[in-house]
């Protein structure tokens, strides 16, 4: 059975960071593009960064410069390390791997406030 299990979210502080994490479970984890997206309310779910099974990154032009998308093939884990986050990062990220097959997580909140 699939499992992606996201974790690492909570409140911050404009200017602050978050590490999130996603461990995955029943399928070949090191096959997959594993991509993190987030959904703010009132608002489409959208890309924010992605990583192929071969280490190459996009990210969302919003993004860019402030996280890291990075994943552990041995651990079956991706992360997304949020610095310099804004009020506008808030929003519901969830964890995504495709390959012939997309699984989402359930998601995890991240909410940027003072």
């Known amino acids: 059975q699939v499992h992606l299990v996201e974790s690492g979210g909570g409140l911050v502080q404009p200017g602050g960071s978050l590490r999130l994490s996603c461990a995955a479970s029943g399928f070949t984890f090191s096959n997959y593009v594993m991509s993190w997206y987030r959904q703010a309310p009132g608002k489409e779910r959208e890309l924010v960064a992605a990583?192929?099974?071969?280490?190459?990154?996009n990210y969302a032009d919003s993004v860019k410069g402030r996280f890291t998308i990075s994943r552990d093939n041995a651990k079956k884990s991706v992360y997304l390390q949020m610095n310099n986050l804004k009020p506008e990062d808030t929003a519901v990220y969830y964890c995504?791997?495709?390959?012939?097959?997309?699984?989402w997580g359930q998601g995890t909140q991240v909410t940027v406030s003072s």
């Open positions: 990583i192929t099974p071969g280490g190459t990154t």
């Open positions: 995504r791997g495709n390959y012939y097959s997309a699984y």
